[in-house]
């Protein structure tokens, strides 16, 4: 298939296929679309699927699996050589994941991954998802390029782990993990945040030391739940002033040789350290 039919046909589920086909306007269209145009286009229904099709709890029926889904993931473990023990070759065992890890030093060197796969949005109990650790840079563990769209389908995921990667973006999809309580994104080399992190309400733990941001959205000043919040070793030198409604903070790391606090940002980081915030 061409790419472009190829990519679409991968949201097949979502599109509706029986007017696609006598609108022959709707596909010239397709033709003429770019790569982006329809990447962007595809996640953005992608994103608007999860948005509106939310889990509502332990008790959900859960939807029919496709063998073909399960089958991929397993390949895909047997491929980089992963374990029986982290990905289970028993179908019911796979699916009652409530822990995905893959910070086992074993995995160093030649089982290194650098993707995902899509199949992974089918492990619905999900609640950790472990795909990097504070390690030392040769020692890396894996190197995630790209995260794919379908981990927004974990409606339980609760702590999203992805230091020492190689991702150079975060999608704006990522506002959909309502759930997430951690989110840790050092040691990649991220150049900015999409605004969407703002919706991640329930987030208590935000690390994105060490990467390349020269700024932080102001929507961070949503995030009024935060305890912990590593910003260090960026290229960071001002901060939005929205950032000072997080006041609940119990470790806030930043660059005060480099960042350029504000008499506002000043008073409310003393603040913070006569709470016995750590500095």
Not at 16 to 41: G, H, P
Not at 78 to 86: C, E
Not at 143 to 172: D, V
Not at 199 to 224: A, D
Request: hydrophobic letters at 40%; glycine letters at 4%.
């Amino acid at each position: 298939l061409p790419w472009s039919e190829s990519l679409i046909e991968r949201f097949a589920d979502k599109w509706d296929w029986k007017w696609l086909s006598r609108n022959d306007s709707a596909i010239k269209l397709f033709n003429s679309w770019t790569k982006q145009e329809i990447s962007t286009a595809l996640e953005r229904i992608r994103s608007a699927h999860c948005k509106d099709n939310p889990s509502s709890g332990e008790d959900d029926v859960p939807s029919p699996v496709n063998m073909v889904a399960v089958k991929a993931i397993w390949n895909w473990a047997d491929k980089h050589n992963i374990s029986k023990d982290d990905i289970p070759r028993e179908k019911d065992a796979l699916l009652n994941l409530k822990r995905l890890s893959f910070i086992n030093l074993n995995y160093i060197g030649e089982k290194q991954f650098t993707s995902l796969p899509k199949e992974i949005g089918n492990l619905k109990k999900l609640i950790l998802l472990q795909l990097g650790d504070i390690i030392n840079e040769e020692m890396v563990l894996n190197r995630l390029t790209e995260l794919p769209i379908e981990i927004c389908e974990l409606p339980k995921l609760a702590y999203l782990h992805l230091q020492r990667n190689a991702l150079k973006e975060l999608p704006a999809w990522i506002g959909n993990l309502t759930k997430l309580k951690e989110l840790k994104l050092g040691g990649n080399f991220l150049t900015s945040l999409p605004k969407e992190i703002g919706k991640l309400e329930k987030l208590e733990v935000l690390t994105i030391w060490q990467n390349n941001l020269e700024e932080i959205p102001k929507e961070i000043g949503f995030l009024k739940n935060l305890r912990g919040l590593d910003i260090s070793f960026n290229k960071l030198t001002k901060l939005p002033n929205e950032i000072t409604n997080l006041t609940e903070l119990k470790i806030f790391l930043y660059d005060d040789e480099k960042v350029q606090l504000s008499e506002e940002q000043k008073k409310w980081v003393t603040k913070l350290k006569n709470n016995g915030c750590e500095l």
